[in-house]
């Protein structure tokens, strides 16, 4: 087993064909928060749209055929196989508006020189909580927003917050050992507590923010959120040395049988939502 004090950075949740198809669960499960909030942020027919760390591009195709054939709308994400499947589906659509980009996006003023500038917004969904240095992505981002562009931002604070009834300790130390993997490859599981002095910082003025606490049942569609997410990611964490095979095969046996229990609920994760504006 790795010692995950000395393994290199990588896309933390992996790319694989079960993180592939977890992040189509998870946004068709939140694709209703994402829409209403682009139509706080007047998300509309012929804008601009930057999709910042777009993944494998599920919100980025529903951007651009909101967007329409008039407007554009460009993904950008460090894993060259999901941009491969952006613009393999936006060839399968017929979406020629939209269009993908491998890079990082703290470094967005590297990656969009084509581009040019005049973005009407830019969306970023569960992606600062896993940079380094969040304020260089939003920084990169407002060069790239016309006057009077908007930021709208989906993301976590108070992750740890999260747990089941009744409470089961094992899913708290699980959760608690997620979050130190997130610190421990430069990420923040709470971000979205920085994020509001780090847009004024950039000259943006916050317009909006708000936050989803949901719950999930078992045997209702939301469980599959947290249950996708655990078959995805917590056997990276045994590989990489954060989680023991042990404790792995513990938290696998609470999980199936809470599963299965019609009396157990979980609080999920808090998503807090924010809209900034560009000054004109």
Request: hydrophobic content about 45%; aromatic content about 8%.
């Amino acid at each position: 087993m790795s010692d995950h004090r000395t393994e290199t950075r990588e896309y933390v949740l992996g790319t694989d064909p079960v993180e592939l198809d977890r992040l189509g669960v998870q946004h068709r499960l939140w694709g209703d928060a994402a829409h209403a909030l682009w139509r706080r942020a007047g998300v509309q027919p012929g804008m601009r749209v930057l999709d910042v760390g777009c993944g494998p591009g599920y919100a980025s195709i529903d951007l651009a055929q909101l967007v329409g054939h008039e407007g554009r709308v460009v993904g950008v994400d460090e894993s060259e196989g999901f941009i491969g499947e952006l613009n393999r589906r936006a060839g399968v659509l017929g979406l020629g508006q939209l269009g993908g980009r491998v890079g990082d996006v703290q470094s967005l003023g590297d990656l969009l020189g084509d581009e040019g500038d005049g973005f009407d917004a830019a969306f970023a969904r569960w992606v600062l909580c896993f940079v380094p240095d969040p304020a260089a992505v939003i920084r990169g981002v407002v060069d790239r927003l016309k006057p009077g562009g908007r930021v709208v931002l989906l993301d976590y604070f108070n992750y740890e917050a999260m747990t089941i009834a009744p409470r089961e300790p094992i899913l708290d130390e699980v959760v608690g050992i997620i979050a130190e993997a997130w610190r421990a490859r430069g990420g923040d599981p709470d971000v979205m507590g920085r994020m509001p002095g780090v847009l004024l910082d950039a000259g943006l003025e916050i317009e909006h923010l708000g936050v989803h606490q949901r719950v999930a049942r078992p045997g209702e569609a939301m469980w599959a959120w947290p249950t996708t997410f655990y078959a995805s990611f917590l056997p990276r964490l045994v590989e990489t040395g954060f989680l023991s095979a042990e404790l792995h095969r513990a938290f696998a046996a609470m999980w199936e049988r809470a599963s299965a229990d019609p009396s157990r609920f979980k609080a999920l994760p808090p998503v807090w939502e924010m809209v900034a504006v560009k000054p004109g």
